[in-house]
């Protein structure tokens, strides 16, 4: 099994790049995990805790349960991934069964900050957009697709989002295999990742 991990900042095209990357290959062939999916289940608080929960940090994600399935995956067996809600900042309770493939591709803004799990990627991918750029895309997609306002969007920002993406996510280009700058559509990128796919398929 080939584990290619891709991550970036929020806004940076990371689920865009990847569907791209599905698109023109057989169907079936790569499975895919979102870091999203992780996120902790936290039921035991009420919504307006939920919403102080600072979602940029690396202690709000189960790495454990992440690892955990990486590695049954690894060894053949399928996994029940978790569902998440953004609108509810919630696991859904929902799980979707996910299958080992040849090529499983992890996606998601903290996944190169766990040292165990960075080292399971065979290939570790970090895709850039610029901040400014970054914002206006979550601004557009979080009002459009995730129940926000601007308040919220711009005082998340600045509170917690600015600050974590440079201290736990910037850095990890350090580690990064390729990095695909990505203020515009990157096409030629994603055909090299696509080709690099192909040949393990
Ligand atoms: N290269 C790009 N140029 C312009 N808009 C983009 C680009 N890549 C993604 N987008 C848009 O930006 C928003 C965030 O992209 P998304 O792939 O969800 O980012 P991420 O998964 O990294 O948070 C989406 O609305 C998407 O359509
Ligand atoms: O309940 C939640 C959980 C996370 N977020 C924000 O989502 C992004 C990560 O997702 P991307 O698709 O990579 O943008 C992260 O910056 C969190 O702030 C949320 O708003 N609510």
């Given at each position: ?141 979080d009002i459009?697709?995730?129940g926000r306002n601007i308040d919220e969007v711009l ?47």
């Amino acid at each position: 099994m080939l584990i290619i991990g891709i991550a970036g900042g929020t806004g940076c095209g990371k689920t865009t790049v990847v569907n791209t990357i599905l698109n023109e290959l057989p169907e079936g062939e790569v499975g895919i995990i979102s870091q999203d999916s992780y996120y902790k289940d936290t039921s035991h608080l009420n919504f307006d805790e939920r919403v102080q929960i600072n979602f940029d940090h690396p202690r709000s994600i189960d790495f454990e349960l992440l690892m955990e399935h990486l590695t049954i995956l690894k060894t053949g067996k399928p996994i029940d991934q978790p569902v998440y809600s953004f609108v509810k900042h919630n696991r859904t309770g929902d799980t979707i069964k996910t299958y080992p493939r040849k090529v499983m591709i992890v996606e998601g803004i903290l996944i190169l900050s766990h040292p165990e799990i960075r080292d399971l990627f065979d290939i570790k991918i970090f895709v850039h957009a610029d901040s400014d750029e970054r914002l206006i895309r979550r601004l557009k997609r979080d009002i459009n697709e995730r129940g926000r306002n601007i308040d919220e969007v711009l005082n998340r920002y600045q509170t917690t989002l600015k600050p974590m993406h440079q201290q736990f996510i910037e850095p990890m280009k350090e580690y990064a295999d390729i990095i695909i700058p990505n203020n515009k559509y990157n096409t030629v990128a994603v055909d090299i990742v696509r080709t690099i796919i192909n040949e393990k398929l």
